[in-house]
T-cell receptor, first 118, second 112 residues
Framework: KAGVTQTPRYLIKTRGQQVTLSCSPISGHRSVSWYQQTPGQGLQFLFEYFSETQRNKGNFPGRFSGRQFSNSRSEMNVSTLELGDSALYLC?????????????????FGSGTQLSVL | GDSVTQMEGPVTLSEEAFLTINCTYT??????LFWYVQYPGEGLQLLLK?????DKGSNKGFEATYRKETTSFHLEKGSVQVSDSAVYFCALSVRGAQKLVFGQGTRLTINP
């Protein structure tokens, strides 16, 4: 069974540009979450989608957006990039989401997309 | 708000040493608690979890006990190996919140 796939693996952009990151969840998983990882702020929750609907959103500006398609694949978009957006962006999938203790809520993470903003 | 505090790293130990990584939490509700591990160049993997007070999560020789009275979930291993070198994250989730709240992470290096 294939794991969570994130593309591209590395991205270099300049300030002011926009970027789209892609995440393909494990087959059968309907929940996709996104996290930003930086040395200063650590891991922070961006948003979570289930059946094409955003169920929860973290404290990020409106420049950060996402969506989920009918096949559960998800994309996140960052517009008007800033230097501080440089980070590892991690996608995680689960059967039903919730991130509680049940087996159906277990998160599986991708290897991430490393975004560098110059 | 919900938060997790981990002991700061980096932590460097010799092989076969005893490991403790401290983790305390603050949560509005009754959280589930997790330890995740991140190896170089990879995403996070769930190491162990506990969903209620006094539960002990264990995996690959690692253990952590959910202590509600001290709001703690310390990670321990009796004898570490070089292959345990990684970054360890403590995290919590309040049921229904659809998100994890992570600690800052602790980088562990094991020397042979």
């Amino acid at each position: 069974k294939a794991g969570v796939t994130q593309t591209p693996r590395y991205l270099i952009k300049t300030r002011g540009q926009q970027v789209t990151l892609s995440c393909s969840p494990i087959s059968g998983h309907r929940s996709v979450s996104w996290y930003q990882q930086t040395p200063g702020q650590g891991l922070q929750f961006l948003f979570e989608y289930f059946s094409e609907t955003q169920r929860n959103k973290g404290n990020f500006p409106g420049r950060f957006s996402g969506r989920q398609f009918s096949n559960s694949r998800s994309e996140m978009n960052v517009s008007t990039l800033e230097l501080g957006d440089s980070a590892l962006y991690l996608c995680a999938s689960s059967l039903v989401g919730g991130q509680g203790g049940s087996t159906n809520e277990k998160l599986f993470f991708g290897s991430g997309t490393q975004l560098s903003v110059l | 708000g919900d938060s997790v505090t981990q002991m700061e790293g980096p932590v460097t130990l010799s092989e076969e040493a005893f490991l403790t990584i401290n983790c305390t939490y603050t949560a509005t509700g009754y959280p589930s608690l997790f330890w995740y591990v991140q190896y170089p160049g990879e995403g996070l993997q769930l190491l162990l979890k506990a969903t209620k007070a006094d539960d002990k999560g264990s995996n690959k020789g690692f253990e952590a006990t959910y202590r509600k009275e001290t709001t703690s979930f310390h990670l321990e291993k009796g004898s570490v190996q070089v292959s345990d070198s990684a970054v360890y994250f403590c995290a919590l989730s309040v049921r229904g919140a659809q998100k994890l709240v992570f600690g800052q992470g602790t980088r562990l290096t094991i020397n042979p």
